[in-house]
């Protein structure tokens, strides 16, 4: 098996043990105890026993959390048949202490340095191995945080190759990369859709929408025309919505992955960039004189502007929920900032150099971005607050998936 084969079939196996987590989340405490959320947070420690014997699910563990800045992690410490004594922990930092035997499978129970009674118990199969670490790590920041862990998010993005583009998939902090073998002239867009990845591209005298399967891999055109095609969102595996300009008159439509498109709005003014929530789309025009991000009906009615501030705020991003939009804004350089929707408070989330093409992972609270703050083009992992922020790998576009 080439080694190209051995890390897509890793994508594949981390999203199957990324839904059976989702499955058994009724096992999680209500409680928070650690706010993400918070501006300034201080980092939570844990102490780990028992993981000693399996050292790659201990150091995929440690990565994983310690990776978003949230947490400290101490270990591994041997597994203690006795009965856990938080009293033993008081006199550190450590907060919260997780405890595993590894016999004919791995038991773990997480407790706290204030009570004897754990706070969470799992089990899982006996196996050494990264997977298994990530789905460890997962439940970890699930139960401690109350938010859906990153761990399982996967990106695509574009690299600039000689005298061409690739496309390339990588996991959620960039430590293992894929390169799928696509190639065009230009790529200008890409949208990452469970195992699909939808993009649009110039190709030969032809702009283009294709879309490349990453379990059969295998390649698909979809549209092709003289006139400017911009992939614009990925409703789900089989719909997406564009943009095509000929120059003079700028369409917004929906099309299926057989490419039976419908024209959702038309204008002479230049309309780009839709992403589809569940009550609207929202795009970037110019009627306004300057790009602006507005909103309309998924008819293409009631056009309402939604960015005022800055004269020239450009590729949008929803999250999973549509609560938050988040977008680059040119003010000086360009930078992301992350707004409310309904209350239309906006946050500049980064500063360093220019910081671009925001992409809301799965989980909600953490974007990819683009940026160049060290001189050359890389892909960021950024919180929504801005409080984290974590070079992966070099690369534009990226595209966050799960």
């Not at 995929?60 to 006795?82: H, Q, S, W």
Request: aromatic residues 12%.
């Amino acid at each position: 098996m080439n080694s190209g084969l051995k890390k897509l079939m890793v994508f594949t196996i981390s999203l199957t043990l990324c839904l059976h987590s989702i499955a058994l989340s009724s096992a999680f405490a209500e409680k928070i105890y650690l706010d993400i959320n918070q501006p300034e947070i201080k980092k939570l420690a844990l102490a780990i026993e028992g993981f000693d014997t399996l050292p790659v699910v201990f150091n995929t563990i440690k990565d994983d959390l310690e990776f978003t800045e949230y947490f400290r992690v101490y270990g591994p410490f041997p597994f203690k048949e006795e009965t856990f004594d938080p009293s033993l922990w008081k006199s550190s930092d450590v907060e919260i202490i997780v405890r595993a035997e590894t016999l004919n499978k791995i038991s773990m129970k997480v407790f706290t340095v204030t009570s004897s009674s754990p706070i969470f118990v799992k089990e899982y199969p006996l196996k050494n191995d990264q997977a298994t670490g990530n789905l460890i790590a997962s439940d970890i920041y699930r139960l401690l945080t109350g938010k859906e862990a990153p761990f399982f998010n996967r990106f695509a993005f574009v690299r600039k190759l000689s005298n061409t583009m690739g496309i390339f998939l990588s996991n959620w902090n960039g430590k293992t990369i894929y390169d799928t073998g696509l190639r065009r002239q230009i790529i200008s867009k890409v949208v990452f859709k469970g195992n699909k990845i939808f993009y649009s591209c110039l190709h030969g005298r032809f702009w283009k929408i294709e879309v490349f399967d990453t379990t059969t891999k295998t390649n698909k055109e979809i549209i092709k025309s003289k006139a400017l095609l911009l992939l614009g969102d990925v409703l789900n595996e089989s719909e997406f919505l564009y943009s095509e300009s000929d120059g003079e008159i700028s369409e917004i439509k929906i099309s299926d992955i057989y490419g039976k498109t419908k024209t959702i709005y038309s204008s002479r003014w230049i309309d780009t960039s839709p992403r589809w929530t569940k009550s609207s789309i929202f795009f970037v025009s110019n009627r306004g004189g300057y790009p602006q991000i507005y909103q309309m009906t998924h008819s293409g009615r009631e056009i309402s502007r939604t960015t005022y501030n800055g004269r020239y705020n450009t590729e949008p991003a929803i999250s999973p929920d549509g609560s938050k939009l988040a977008f680059s804004g040119l003010n000086g350089s360009f930078q992301v900032y992350v707004m409310d929707i309904s209350s239309g408070i906006k946050t500049q989330v980064t500063r360093q150099g220019n910081n671009e093409q925001p992409s809301f992972c799965p989980d909600g609270h953490f974007l990819t971005i683009m940026s160049d703050r060290r001189g050359k083009k890389e892909i960021y992992l950024i919180s929504s607050d801005g409080a984290v922020q974590k070079s992966l790998t070099h690369g534009y576009l990226p595209s966050c998936s799960r």
